[in-house]
């Protein structure tokens, strides 16, 4: 069994869709016997990926910041909870801890968050799935971006191949469980010719 992190926002979006796709995460990878860690907050997207596996009987780790937990943020009633001193401490306990990363529907910090570990990819850091739901897309303006980067040589074709875009939740999960990224030189030939 794996341990699956997910980014999502701490707010519930404007459209119900979100949520329900929230639930529908958290109760399959809980379903399926798998660990769900996450920021460990009892708001939004993240309150509810972590009570719908919760709810279906399955284990769940929040790793949240002292600063935030103290504001009375974090979930009382995780599996495990973890509190750490700072963000990049936060980021990296879920990004050691996890076999592979989803992004759900979220603001500036779900997208840190997923840019900094589909860097590590990248790089060759960790061999990790990273994965978008593109919830009633979502995601599509910024996949447009990311291909941009590609032509514009500021990302490798074969890069951009390894990230993971579904708008159907299994079928990202199981991709995810699946697909293992190969590691491709990041630095484009700087004497070649401008594309």
């Not at 949240?64 to 599996?79: C, N, P, Q, V």
């Not at 860097?119 to 060759?124: A, N, P």
Request: glycine share 10%.
């Amino acid at each position: 069994m794996a341990t699956i992190c997910v980014f999502c926002g701490a707010n519930n979006g404007c459209d119900k869709v979100y949520l329900d796709a929230a639930e529908r995460v958290g109760r399959l990878i809980a379903s399926e016997g798998h660990t769900l860690v996450y920021g460990g907050g009892r708001t939004g997207l993240m309150g509810t990926v972590a009570d719908a596996a919760l709810a279906a009987g399955g284990q769940v780790v929040g790793v949240i910041t002292r600063l935030l937990s103290d504001k009375e943020i974090a979930h009382s009633g995780l599996t495990d909870l973890r509190i750490v001193d700072s963000m990049h401490e936060r980021k990296l306990t879920m990004a050691t801890l996890a076999d592979g990363f989803i992004a759900l529907p979220g603001g500036i910090g779900t997208l840190e968050e997923f840019a900094e570990v589909f860097t590590w990819t990248q790089l060759g850091i960790h061999p990790k799935s990273c994965a978008l739901l593109d919830v009633d897309g979502y995601y599509r303006p910024l996949v447009e971006f990311f291909n941009r980067m590609v032509d514009n040589g500021f990302l490798g074709q074969e890069q951009l191949d390894q990230l993971i875009v579904e708008s159907d939740e299994r079928r990202l999960l199981e991709r995810v469980l699946h697909e293992k990224p190969e590691v491709f030189l990041k630095w484009l030939d700087n004497s070649a010719e401008i594309c």
